[in-house]
């Protein structure tokens, strides 16, 4: 069995309980970062000081053209985070997630890796297309087809909510660390965040909602 495995990693919440996921399911575990003009540089330093701790060979890849190509509140400072009529936030990129795995697959069969790690969830997905599980299926088929191999995309947060990733992080022994080290704050705070943009809300929350479970199980 190929037990060769890239994780999409950006430093953020997910990615983070994704990478410590997969150290336990492959025997080598490579970590992909992509720099496409977040308004923080520092979610790469995250990532690439994460990576180093946790002694993960790391690719931080330059895709700036998402920036030329389609300008979002997650690249520029003048567009501020709002929502459109259908409910889409101003902090969707088009086309991220489907050039990010598509660059995660040419990284990994380079490498010789069978398995792509990436932490989309459908339950909490924002409303983001490029989260959805049908969307990863005719991906991975779209790979295997467009690159003559075999990869396995695996996407261990789609079917929980933000507690139950918590609850995940917590069964790994990794709560604090994830808690205290990883970014996920659009105003680039590491942590707890600000406390205030639509993703701390949603991390604090999802950690409020387990907490509160653990207690009363407990």
């Not at 150290?23 to 970590?31: G, Y």
């Not at 180093?52 to 060979?57: A, P, Y």
């Not at 022994?173 to 639509?198: F, Q």
Request: with cysteine.
């Amino acid at each position: 069995m190929n037990s060769k495995a890239v994780v999409v990693f950006s430093g953020g919440q997910d990615s983070t309980t994704c990478l410590f996921w997969s150290l336990k399911q492959f025997d080598e575990v490579i970590a992909v970062t992509f720099d496409y003009g977040q308004r923080h540089s520092l979610e790469l330093e995250c990532a690439a000081a994460i990576a180093k701790e946790l002694g993960v060979e790391h690719h931080v890849l330059n895709m700036a053209l998402l920036n030329q190509l389609a300008p979002n509140a997650l690249t520029r400072d003048d567009i501020d985070i709002t929502e459109n009529e259908e409910g889409l936030p101003s902090t969707f990129v088009e086309g991220r997630n489907m050039l990010f795995f598509t660059f995660a697959g040419v990284l990994a069969k380079v490498k010789g890796a069978k398995h792509i790690v990436t932490g989309v969830c459908e339950t909490d997905f924002s409303g983001y297309p490029d989260c959805r599980d049908i969307f990863i299926k005719s991906l991975n088929v779209t790979l295997n087809l467009a690159m003559d191999h075999t990869f396995v995309i695996h996407t261990p947060l789609m079917w929980i909510d933000k507690a139950q990733t918590w609850e995940m992080a917590d069964d790994l022994g990794k709560l604090d660390y994830i808690r205290e080290k990883t970014l996920t704050c659009y105003n680039g705070i590491i942590g707890d965040g600000c406390g205030e943009c639509p993703s701390c809300k949603l991390r604090r929350n999802g950690l409020i909602t387990y907490l509160n479970r653990r207690k009363v199980k407990s």
